[in-house]
């Protein structure tokens, strides 16, 4: 499994979880920080989850 939050411009923000996942369902919550750890920008950030056999990407809305 990993999930990860993108710009628009296709730059990665920050890896939010990388590995082997059991199955079932997970729960996982940006805080709208970089990978370095600050407060990424207001705007629309794409977020990508890869799994074994599937690849789900979601927009999401940041509000500051």
Do not use: I, K, N
Not at 18 to 44: E, I, K, N
């Amino acid at each position: 499994v990993s999930v990860e939050v993108f710009d628009l411009a296709g730059q990665r923000v920050r890896r939010l979880a990388s590995g082997h996942w059991p199955a079932g369902r997970h729960t996982l919550l940006w805080d709208g920080r970089d990978a370095g750890g600050h407060h990424a920008a207001t705007g629309v950030y794409l977020v990508r989850l890869v799994t074994g056999g599937a690849v789900r990407v979601q927009r999401v809305l940041l509000l500051r």
